[in-house]
């Protein structure tokens, strides 16, 4: 039995946004680096599930026939779509680059290496079209199809360490925090500042979601890996350390106060560690013999200060962040 969706219904104001009028009620992004042996066949697919959406594939920089074959497959099904060309290697510069381009009243992103199921738009847009959803996920873990599917244990091991904090920090239940399966309603997308340059969109769109308290409601997909002949692009050792990084940003940009509280907790511990031969000498001798190391233990004691009070400061600017951001929604 399939694992029923969970849905986080956090406060939101439901005011609409002064944009221009809809290209498409429904627009379909497909971001492409070298996918000349699937873009056919996910274009054709999503195509067939929902004939009147716009498709909008972005050539992220490929050096082979994606391009080609996407505008022909484009105009072979007389399909309403383009293809753009983003120079800037990422992908979150390719979506970035489609949800400037695009005005929709929801979005829908997915991979174009047929990994996604293509029948399963109509249950990501459900949601966002009955206006119970801001950002609905393709949750690809709960059925262990992503388990079964993906070849790279590594890759499983950090969507789960990064599954794991993120849910910790804004006490969440999300299930698959990097799926690249998502629907998006027009208020998402437009009020969302996309920053990282790479693979880390999903993981930002989902921290994003859950800082500015947008409704997200995740429904189990199915997963199948990639049709032999096409290649990942991600690096198992260069993406692992971006993980790694992700999370040091998660802590830094969204609980300040928290990552600069523990780093002023650790150098007052190291302070109080220097200073221990320091306090010897005086209860002993009546003098501090060990100089160095007391120079060393007041450094430290006054770094922990400073962290300290960077962590206040930086969690007030944060708090107000939050507040302009309400204020730019109720406008």
């Given at each position: 039995?399939?694992?029923?969706?969970?849905?986080?219904?956090?406060?939101?104001?439901?005011?609409?946004?002064?944009?221009?009028?809809?290209?498409?009620?429904?627009?379909?992004?497909?971001?492409?680096?070298?996918?000349?042996?699937?873009?056919?066949?996910?274009?054709?697919?999503?195509?067939?599930?929902?004939?009147?959406?716009?498709?909008?594939?972005?050539?992220?920089?490929?050096?082979?026939?994606?391009?080609?074959?996407?505008?022909?497959?484009?105009?072979?099904?007389?399909?309403?779509?383009?293809?753009?060309?983003?120079?800037?290697?990422?992908?979150?510069?390719?979506?970035?680059?489609?949800?400037?381009?695009?005005?929709?009243?929801?979005?829908?992103?997915?991979?174009?290496?047929?990994?996604?199921?293509?029948?399963?738009?109509?249950?990501?847009?459900?949601?966002?079209?009955?206006?119970?959803?801001?950002?609905?996920?393709?949750?690809?873990?709960?059925?262990?199809?992503?388990?079964?599917?993906?070849?790279?244990?590594?890759?499983?091991?950090?969507?789960?360490?990064?599954?794991?904090?993120?849910?910790?920090?804004?006490?969440?239940?999300?299930?698959?925090?990097?799926?690249?399966?998502?629907?998006?309603?027009?208020?998402?997308?437009?009020?969302?500042?996309?920053?990282?340059?790479?693979?880390?969109?999903?993981?930002?769109?989902?921290?994003?979601?859950?800082?500015?308290?947008?409704?997200?409601?995740?429904?189990?997909?199915?997963?199948?890996?990639?049709?032999?002949?096409?290649?990942?692009?991600?690096?198992?050792?260069?993406?692992?350390?971006?993980?790694?990084?992700?999370?040091?940003?998660?802590?830094?940009?969204?609980?300040?106060?928290?990552?600069?509280?523990?780093?002023?907790?650790?150098?007052?511990?190291?302070?109080?560690?220097?200073?221990?031969?320091?306090?010897?000498?005086?209860?002993?001798?009546?003098?501090?013999?060990?100089?160095?190391?007391?120079?060393?233990?007041?450094?430290?004691?006054?770094?922990?200060?400073?962290?300290?009070?960077?962590g206040l400061i930086l969690d007030a600017i944060s708090y107000?962040?939050?507040?302009?951001?309400?204020?730019?929604?109720?406008?």
């Open positions: 039995m399939a694992k029923l969706p969970v849905i986080y219904i956090l406060l939101h104001l439901e005011n609409p946004i002064n944009l221009k009028e809809p290209l498409s009620e429904v627009a379909i992004v497909l971001p492409a680096y070298n996918e000349e042996l699937t873009i056919a066949a996910t274009i054709s697919a999503f195509h067939e599930q929902l004939p009147h959406a716009y498709i909008l594939v972005v050539n992220n920089n490929s050096a082979d026939a994606t391009e080609e074959i996407a505008n022909a497959t484009l105009q072979k099904l007389g399909a309403r779509g383009a293809v753009v060309t983003e120079a800037r290697q990422g992908k979150g510069y390719a979506v970035r680059r489609a949800f400037a381009e695009i005005h929709a009243d929801v979005y829908v992103m997915a991979d174009a290496d047929l990994t996604y199921p293509a029948e399963r738009v109509h249950d990501l847009i459900a949601p966002v079209m009955a206006g119970t959803a801001d950002m609905v996920v393709g949750d690809r873990q709960s059925m262990g199809h992503y388990k079964n599917e993906n070849k790279r244990p590594l890759h499983n091991f950090g969507n789960w360490l990064v599954s794991k904090l993120i849910n910790k920090l804004f006490s969440a239940k999300l299930v698959d925090i990097m799926s690249g399966y998502r629907a998006f309603n027009r208020q998402f997308v437009k009020t969302y500042s996309i920053l990282v340059a790479g693979f880390q969109i999903e993981t930002d769109m989902s921290l994003h979601a859950l800082d500015k308290r947008f409704r997200i409601v995740e429904i189990p997909v199915e997963y199948k890996d990639r049709p032999a002949g096409s290649f990942s692009k991600l690096n198992t050792f260069g993406d692992g350390a971006k993980v790694l990084l992700t999370i040091v940003k998660i802590l830094r940009f969204y609980r300040p106060l928290m990552f600069f509280g523990w780093a002023a907790i650790l150098f007052g511990m190291l302070g109080l560690l220097a200073a221990v031969p320091v306090f010897s000498d005086w209860i002993a001798y009546r003098f501090i013999y060990h100089v160095p190391l007391a120079l060393l233990a007041a450094a430290l004691e006054l770094v922990a200060v400073m962290s300290l009070a960077v107000q962040a939050k507040m302009d951001f309400e204020r730019h929604l109720l406008r």
